[in-house]
């Protein structure tokens, strides 16, 4: 009996090192096979997603909820549907709210450049947004209610210019970002692999008798 024990871990040895390529084990051992080249950290995007969740929220709620502290546009009504405050504040705040979601809770690059790619379309339509719509035929987006120069121009670019502006940055920023695979993340993946916790896909698990 303790002879056919030795045969059977000699065969198994032998498979370990000459079919598969591992080492003889003991216990249990789960594969752990690297990170992909689409993995990111989460880290990488999350400063940047939670700004843009903010600025796509405050793009889409400030139409809204700014006649009641006298800070809008015409129509200085509160909670006031039109066109134009569809088309050239709600849409882009809500492009942008959701490229700030996949960049904060996405692992995979491609997502979270998807992600950042968005933010940039959403930043970019608050910016042109307004010249655009009367030749689109989309609403128009009003003048400011301030009559003050100054007030007004903090309007604007609160609404539209500086809040685009803001959002194109952030989101150009972290299209750069996701773009390269920095040394960081290759010594994060080596480590996440060394630690056990680097699996990509369902484990597999080897015994040996």
Do not use: C, K
């Amino acid at each position: 009996m303790f002879d056919r024990n030795v045969s059977r871990e000699d065969r198994e040895d032998a498979r370990l090192e000459g079919g598969e390529g591992r080492e003889p084990v003991t216990g249990t051992v789960h594969d752990v096979r690297p990170p992909g080249r689409m993995w990111v950290p989460r880290s990488r995007g999350a400063v940047s997603g939670m700004l843009l969740i903010v600025l796509g929220l405050w793009g889409v709620l400030i139409p809204f909820v700014g006649p009641y502290f006298s800070f809008s546009f015409v129509p200085d009504q509160a909670w006031t549907w039109t066109s134009g405050r569809g088309w050239l504040e709600v849409l882009p705040g809500v492009v942008t709210v959701i490229g700030g979601i996949l960049l904060l809770f996405s692992a995979n690059r491609a997502v979270a450049s998807l992600g950042a790619w968005l933010a940039v379309v959403g930043g970019a339509w608050f910016i042109v947004g307004p010249t655009l719509a009367p030749v689109l035929h989309l609403g128009e987006a009003g003048t400011p209610s301030a009559t003050e120069p100054a007030m007004r121009a903090v309007q604007q670019l609160a609404f539209f210019e500086g809040l685009g502006a803001v959002i194109l940055f952030l989101g150009a920023a972290a299209v750069g970002r996701l773009s390269l695979r920095s040394h960081r993340d290759v010594v994060r993946a080596q480590r996440q692999v060394e630690n056990g916790d680097g699996s990509t896909g369902a484990g597999t698990t080897l015994r040996t008798p």
